[in-house]
């Protein structure tokens, strides 16, 4: 059995950990952290995990997590990094859905997220936790920086078409990478379980809204995924979005098609590009994704379009942002560490309606 212990399982992508992990046949919860709530049971915060999950939350001491293999934090960003160095030398592996080991250049992570970085040296060797990108590496990782919310259904999105131009630079690129364009729609569970005004049922219900539209912190971790894949620089205009939902991502994205791609087969490049991936799903042409297709699952699914009359190409993708884009992947990551099957305990049917 794998030892887990979590950090920080008070927040939404916390209790979906608890939801997932407690399902998984080789995992054995071991310790579940809160400062704040230590000493309450976990069932008496979050009551669905009732007869699930009966351990009660602890101060996080790093003796208790030493005895873990593997350490998630569900935590502000910051506080991985100062436990990373203590955990990493008991042999513990670390898996953080915050930002602390996610941007490569730590000048850049400093200008978005206002610290300094801890454990430069820690971040070296940290591998960005995108299976469908970096699977190998991930497998042998001491330490996984998992990928934001928006920042994985953008990547997925325009993955298979950078990849491609990149294996046929000699060709010509199949999309112009100065024009990509990211118009992205979260629910809002995606700003956390905190008070915040700006998602009271009666600021964020009936209504819709863009927001961070000056400059948005998942735009360097995805322009850096991108660049990875392309080979190149690319120049990305992405647009978040609050909807009036509590779960789900709906990704818009845009690409011009070069004159050598006026004629290509996307669709056939996106079925091939994904077909031996458990969790993406390109849908048969003309489709048009919905997120509660995805709601409670760890699936992606991707529809490729060529609107008529235009030289571009329109790719569309849902997510759930607290399951792919963050639980989810989080236990994917973790199946890989550990040499189980990737899709162990994450074959859960979205649910409807």
Known sequence: MIKVGIVGGTG??????????????????????????SGMPVADMFPSLRGRVDLAFTEPAVATLARCD???????????MAQAPELLAAGVRLIDLAADFRLKDTAEFERWYKL?????DVLAEAVY???????????????????????????LGFLPVLEASAVAAAGGDLV???????????????????????????????NFRAYSVSGHRHQPEIRQGLEAVAGKPVSLL????????????????YARVTPRGRDFDFQGLYERRYADEPFVDVLPPGSAPETRSVRASNFVRIAVHRPAGSDWL?????EDNLVKGASGQGVQVMNLMFGLPEDTGLTQVPVLP
Do not use: W
């Not at 990509?180 to 009666?202: E, F, P």
């Not at 992405?238 to 994205?253: A, D, E, K, Y």
């Not at 329109?314 to 849902?318: F, H, S, T, Y």
């Open 12 to 37: 939404y992508t916390g209790v979906e950990l608890l939801r997932l992990l407690s399902q998984h046949p080789h995992v054995e919860l071991v310790a579940i952290t809160s400062r704040k709530e």
């Open 238 to 253: 992405f647009t978040p979005h609050l909807v009036p939902m509590i779960r789900g991502i709906f990704s818009t994205l």
């Open 129 to 155: 936790g995108l299976p469908e990108v970096n699977r190998a590496a991930i497998r042998e990782a001491r330490v996984i920086g998992l990928p934001g919310c928006y920042p994985t259904s953008v990547q």
């Open 70 to 80: 593997v350490v998630f934090f569900a935590t502000p960003h910051g506080v991985a």
């Open 314 to 318: 329109m790719v569309l993708v849902v």
């Open 176 to 206: 112009d990478a100065a024009s990509l364009v990211a118009d992205c729609k979260s629910g809002a569970s995606g700003a956390g379980r905190k008070a915040d005004v700006g998602t009271l049922l009666a600021e964020a219900g009936d």
């Open 116 to 120: 300094p970085h801890a454990c430069p």
